[in-house]
């Protein structure tokens, strides 16, 4: 079995690192500084750090000895992100971006007692765990009712959900999603939503780099009370999660909704938070603060060329009427070709490594088969490529779409393209350039 197991290791490093192209949007590609900080901490790897923080995010209380150095990982890791968002409140410990939303959506539905919550319908974008068929429904018993969705512009319509939310008063109200192209209506929805008693919730999970970055929408100043988000999609971290807010000390709702969250935390939902991942994920932050503006600005950039390349070729790209993407990905409607099973096997097959995906329209029931591709271009981002580049991919995937060559012809080509990309970009190329480059 001994052999098996490197095998199977050293075939997964070798495809998915070396061979093919990851248009995946919900991962990340961290900086080999950012690696070898992970490989550095051995010991913290299996250690424990159960206990208390403040209302700054900080440890307080810990129930363990040994804590001498475990604090102050802590407390960096804290500052370093709040710091980068602008926060004053954070949590570091959830694992990951699903933990985030259970102890956001618990925290605030205690405070306000109320179980209905207005969310983006999951075939337009929103993950399963805003969902009643998700955690949010099975796991903390909330009711959840659809926020207006324009399928044209790709986004929730703000006319629509003020209506909702006004008819509904829910205790919550999300923003964010998966699939997910276009800045939400936070500053449009948030007023209305305290108008109704409720806290608006933003889940960065996928943009939280952009955000980070300055090229998104900037959820907290526009709005929203509390921000949830993986650590390890378009934010270059390690896999983890983070729970963020601006707690006014005078805002005793504020205060009252962050203890309830940081409670939902610990004792409720984490006991070990992989502590192992925390100093990873501060030089990640650090490095965002470097150069987060000029990935994020070539994140965008690439993802929009995609777009319209795609679009000029024949291919159905959604959103046209806004550019097709101010993120990170785009959606495409491959029906004309097979639907998105059939058209993500195909590019498997041809190193091109992306996920089928429900559009708007597509029936609940299509979840095996929807009709659609989400493509995201972080990752080939911080590889290198630009707008030219990624006309040169997408000539690869209309081959693949159109059937102009088998996939397993077209493979070579994909993995000779990746091969000219070897390097990661926006970040630090070890410990020591990352200490030396800041002067320290
Ligand atoms: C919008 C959104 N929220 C939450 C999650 C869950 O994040 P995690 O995989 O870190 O649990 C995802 C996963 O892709 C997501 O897309």
């Given amino acids: 079995m001994i052999r098996e197991l490197v095998d199977v290791v050293n075939g997964h490093e070798q495809w998915r690192g070396e061979e093919t192209i990851n248009l995946i949007a919900s991962e990340g590609c961290p900086s080999p500084?950012?690696?070898?900080?992970?490989?550095?901490?051995?010991?913290?790897?299996?250690?424990?750090?159960?206990?208390?923080?403040?209302?700054?995010?900080?440890?307080?209380?810990?129930?363990?000895?040994?804590?001498?150095?475990?604090?102050?990982?802590?407390?960096?890791?804290?500052?370093?992100?709040?710091?980068?968002?602008?926060?004053?409140?954070?949590?570091?410990?959830?694992?990951?971006?699903?933990?985030?939303?259970?102890?956001?959506?618990?925290?605030?539905?205690?405070?306000?007692?109320?179980?209905?919550?207005?969310?983006?319908?999951?075939?337009?974008?929103?993950?399963?765990?805003?969902?009643?068929h998700g955690l949010a429904g099975h796991v903390l018993g909330l009711e959840t009712v659809d926020h207006g969705f324009n399928v044209e512009e790709m986004n929730i319509d703000p006319d629509e959900s003020a209506k909702i939310i006004r008819k509904v008063e829910p205790g919550i109200v999300t923003f964010g999603g998966s699939l997910f192209q276009f800045p939400h209506p936070v500053r449009e929805l948030a007023d209305v939503v305290r108008e109704v008693g409720g806290f608006v919730m933003y889940d960065a999970a996928h943009v939280l780099g952009l955000i980070a970055g300055g090229q998104f929408q900037d959820p907290l100043r526009e709005g929203a009370d509390f921000m949830t988000a993986s650590t390890h999609k378009t934010f270059p971290g390690p896999q983890g999660a983070i729970i963020i807010a601006n707690v006014d000390p005078d805002d005793e709702r504020m205060r009252k909704a962050a203890r309830k969250v940081q409670h939902s935390v610990f004792p409720i939902s984490?006991?070990?938070?992989?502590?192992?991942?925390?100093?990873?994920?501060?030089?990640?932050?650090?490095?965002?603060?470097?150069?987060?503006?000029?990935?994020?600005?070539?994140?965008?950039?690439?993802?929009?060329?995609?777009?319209?390349?795609?679009?000029?070729?024949?291919?159905?790209?959604?959103?046209?009427?806004?550019?097709?993407?101010?993120?990170?990905?785009?959606?495409?409607?491959?029906?004309?070709?097979?639907?998105?099973?059939?058209?993500?096997?195909a590019m498997e097959r041809a190193n091109i490594i992306l996920n089928m995906n429900m559009l708007p329209y597509d029936d609940p029931k299509a979840v095996f088969d929807p009709s659609g591709l989400r493509i995201g271009f972080q990752e080939?981002?911080?590889?290198?490529?630009?707008?030219?580049?990624?006309?040169?991919?997408?000539?690869?995937?209309?081959?693949?779409?159109?059937?102009?060559?088998?996939?397993?012809?077209?493979?070579?080509?994909?993995?000779?393209?990746?091969?000219?990309?070897?390097?990661i970009h926006y970040g630090f190329g070890s410990v020591d350039d990352a200490l030396e480059r800041m002067g320290q």
Avoid at 291 to 308: D, L, M, S
Avoid at 392 to 418: G, M, Q
Wanted: net charge neutral.
């Fill in 380 to 423: 080939v981002t911080r590889r290198g490529f630009k707008e030219g580049d990624i006309e040169e991919l997408c000539d690869l995937i209309i081959d693949v779409l159109l059937a102009h060559r088998k996939p397993e012809e077209i493979a070579p080509d994909v993995s000779a393209l990746r091969a000219r990309f070897p390097d």
């Fill in 33 to 132: 500084a950012v690696h070898e900080m992970y490989d550095r901490c051995h010991d913290l790897w299996h250690r424990y750090a159960e206990g208390m923080n403040d209302l700054d995010g900080f440890p307080t209380m810990r129930f363990y000895q040994g804590q001498r150095f475990i604090g102050p990982i802590e407390r960096l890791a804290a500052q370093a992100l709040k710091d980068l968002l602008g926060a004053s409140f954070i949590d570091v410990r959830p694992v990951s971006g699903c933990i985030a939303n259970m102890c956001t959506f618990r925290g605030l539905s205690r405070v306000t007692g109320n179980l209905r919550m207005v969310v983006a319908p999951v075939n337009y974008g929103a993950h399963i765990s805003h969902d009643r």
């Fill in 270 to 345: 984490v006991s070990n938070h992989h502590i192992r991942r925390l100093p990873a994920l501060t030089l990640a932050a650090l490095e965002m603060r470097e150069f987060g503006k000029a990935f994020a600005a070539q994140t965008v950039r690439n993802a929009q060329r995609a777009g319209e390349y795609l679009n000029e070729n024949g291919i159905k790209v959604l959103g046209e009427a806004k550019g097709f993407t101010r993120s990170h990905q785009i959606a495409v409607d491959v029906q004309a070709h097979g639907g998105g099973k059939a058209v993500a096997e």
